[in-house]
């Protein structure tokens, strides 16, 4: 949803995430740690990470000034990629991020995190969103996404730094 409380929030970052998305890598985030979906879109996201066992907390509030559970999980807008991936690295706690996969090749990405351990999830299959404007799913918008993500993550250490989804 574009802007909560006091915020405006850019339409086109509107793009909500699949349940298939956080179904394909439940088995790589920890059962006992406090998830944070930091970005709220229509509260799917959290709904989804909670009926697949997690404990989330998933509310309409700033990412920029909240730092809440132990692990970041969310799908963040964006169009703020460059202020997202330097605030992640000022908090310097585990995350898990879906963002385009060209991001990796960004200079804010190279400055943030270069030589700091980031692992990344290939999925499978392209991931599509659902576009939402004025808080409701665009009709017609079914597998338009014409990009591809990885999963970017931080302080999981998984066995692989390059995990490829089955
Ligand atoms: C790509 S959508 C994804 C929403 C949700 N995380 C999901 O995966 O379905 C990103 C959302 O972040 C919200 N957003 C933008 N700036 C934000 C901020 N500073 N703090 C929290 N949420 C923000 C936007 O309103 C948008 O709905």
Redesign the pocket.
């Known amino acids: 949803?574009?802007?909560f409380q006091t915020?405006t929030?850019l339409k086109h970052?509107?793009?909500?995430?699949p349940k298939s998305a956080w179904e394909n890598i439940a088995h790589l985030i920890p059962k006992d740690k406090i998830i944070w979906?930091?970005?709220?879109?229509?509260g799917?996201?959290g709904e989804y990470l909670t009926e697949l066992g997690f404990d989330v907390i998933h509310r309409p509030?700033?990412?920029?000034e909240n730092d809440l559970g132990d692990i970041i999980v969310?799908?963040?807008?964006?169009s703020?990629s460059k202020e997202i991936i330097k605030r992640l690295s000022e908090l310097d706690k585990p995350f898990i991020i879906i963002m385009p996969s060209s991001k990796i090749n960004t200079s804010y990405f190279r400055e943030n995190f270069k030589n700091k351990g980031l692992q990344i999830i290939i999925p499978r299959k392209r991931i599509h969103?659902t576009k939402h404007i004025d808080g409701k799913p665009v009709e017609g918008w079914k597998n338009a996404t014409c990009f591809d993500c990885f999963y970017y993550c931080y302080k999981m250490n998984f066995d692989n730094d390059i995990e490829w989804l089955l």
């Open positions: 949803m574009a802007g915020k929030f970052d509107d793009y909500m995430t979906e930091a970005f709220y879109g229509d799917k996201s509030i700033d990412f920029f969310s799908n963040p807008p964006f703020k969103f």
